[in-house]
């Protein structure tokens, strides 16, 4: 079986966000980076597939150098080979992301490519039916259970209140929701082998971004609350409050 | 640039509910701010069809309606309801085929799945869970949070045609004119949609529960590990009943399994703005606070008066969730039943 799985970097889900002087970035100072805590939930589950079925697994990154450490990290979890799509500058947008990752993809003919559902940077939740129709291939996403029997892909994908139970065939793209697998911890072989697999770098093909920011901003400071000490003696006044005042009850 | 707008709008158990209502206000504002007309399109059964005039409350004036029915029949199956690719195929076609080249849609879980890919087949710029749409200079301005709601983004758009997806539960329906839009069957045909994969369909849907999800919630009543196990979510529970609102709960619990990943609230969970959101024995650690800050009212009950989520509450109360939570249920009760 060919597998691919799509990885990216993203700040840890801790980091206080501080905007950069341009108004328009993440001031990257201070702030550590992570393998998308979705994509390892697509890391793992394509880990498994290449143990029951046998073949080859590849993940694949888009981003500047430091993306490398989301393709060690896949590695580390069992991946055979990387691949970092380098752009020159961090100005692209998810369309750029998706176009880039779909021309690849497309060279390699994989029989499944899995995603991690959105990344938690810019939660878009796009990329992953972006590159499935640009390679007009079928895909389902916020997927937490996956059964792959010979072509036959049934799938079960959650929805407001409930789940969807999909039927289609390889080859598919699948965007992997928490809850269906558990990732497993790298061990101290695999974290050693890892440190000198090859990571193959290509350029993009496409630049062309179909958004741009033009600004990126902190919400708005709340004003302090109404906070009261008594403990349980003061529910009857929270609740007035919340229907006098907040108007929400 | 001019701009012709298209609200694509769904339908719950045949019946069009606040998502669609929510659409077609933000389209029927925007078309009075960009000095255009909007359009609706929808897909669905005959029931779908009649309810369809109630659009018109919101200032929809015509309403294209596809028959599912004659789609599905497309797919040479019998036995399915959805499927992603025929549903962005229709509407991509519909709209070029007839000028539209700003589409809005609800951020919803099928919105989210169908936007990627109309975008795609427009060769449109996409903006997903917009909170706010502006003109500036004549241009289309979608703010949308990044970082799980840490921060905004402003977006503006390169290409002619522009998707934008709407954060369900953020933009008002507002009342415009009187039940009576005008339904205008779409003839399947005319969109050349001969090519559609329907290779992947939705066999079953399964509800997992009658409880309502946090996502859809107007309310969110949710626990921490201040609830010490998970045997003590029924105070949760039951607070949550008397409001009529949805169960949410920390990373902390759901990590630890006391309650099911579909609850989580935060940066890898779910991202909620109800309007009211009450916190309870959660101190608020950074991906949580940004899971749930857009809130419109948030309460927060913890006995640690420093604790974080304090700072961003209207509302708390310093104290033993043990004690506060089955009083402050009571007096739910009480005031509801007056």
Sequence with gaps: ?249 | MSYKILAFVESKENKFKSPAFEVVSEANKLASELNTTFEVLTIGNDEVKNDAPILGNYGATKVNFVNLNELNSKSGKSDFVYSQTAFAKVIANYASKNGFNLILLSGSALGKDIAPRISVLLDASYCPDAVDIKIQDGKIISKRPVYAGKSYINLSFNSENIVIGLRPNVFKPVKSGNNSAEVSSVDINSLDIFDVDFSTVVKEIKVSSEKLDVAEADIIVSGGRGLRGPENFNLIENLAASLGAATGASRAVVDAGWRPHGEQVGQTGKTVSPSLYVACGISGAIQHLAGMSSSKVIVAINKDKDAPIFQIADYGIVGDVFEILPALTEEIKKVKSN
């Design chain 1, 1 to 249: 079986m060919n597998i691919i799985v799509c990885v990216s970097l993203v700040p840890d889900s801790t980091t206080k966000v501080k905007i950069s002087a341009d108004n328009k970035s993440l001031d990257p100072n201070g702030v550590s980076y992570i393998l998308n805590p979705y994509d390892e939930f697509a890391v793992e589950e394509a880990v498994q597939l290449k143990e029951k079925n046998g073949g080859e697994l590849t993940a694949v990154s888009f981003g500047l150098d430091k993306s490398k450490e989301a393709v060690k990290k896949a590695f580390q979890m069992g991946a055979d080979k990387g691949v970092l799509i380098k752009p020159d500058n961090e100005n692209y947008d998810s369309y750029t992301v998706a176009k880039n990752l779909a021309e690849y993809i497309k060279s390699k003919n994989p029989d499944i490519i899995l995603f991690g559902k959105q990344s938690i940077d810019f939660d878009g939740l796009s990329i992953p039916n972006m590159v499935a129709e640009m390679l007009k291939l079928p895909s389902v996403n916020v997927v937490v259970k996956l059964t792959v029997d010979g072509t036959k892909v049934t799938a079960e994908r959650e929805i407001e209140g409930g789940l969807e139970i999909l039927e289609t065939s390889l080859p598919v793209v699948i965007g992997t929701q928490k809850g269906i697998n558990n990732p497993r911890y790298p061990n101290l072989k695999s974290i050693m082998a890892s440190k000198s697999k090859p990571i193959e770098e290509i350029k993009p093909t496409y630049t062309g971004n179909k958004t741009e920011i033009v600004e990126m901003a902190l919400p708005a400071a709340k004003g302090s609350g109404k906070i009261l000490t008594g403990g349980a003696d003061q529910v009857s006044e929270l609740v007035r409050l919340l229907r006098e005042e907040a108007k929400v009850i």
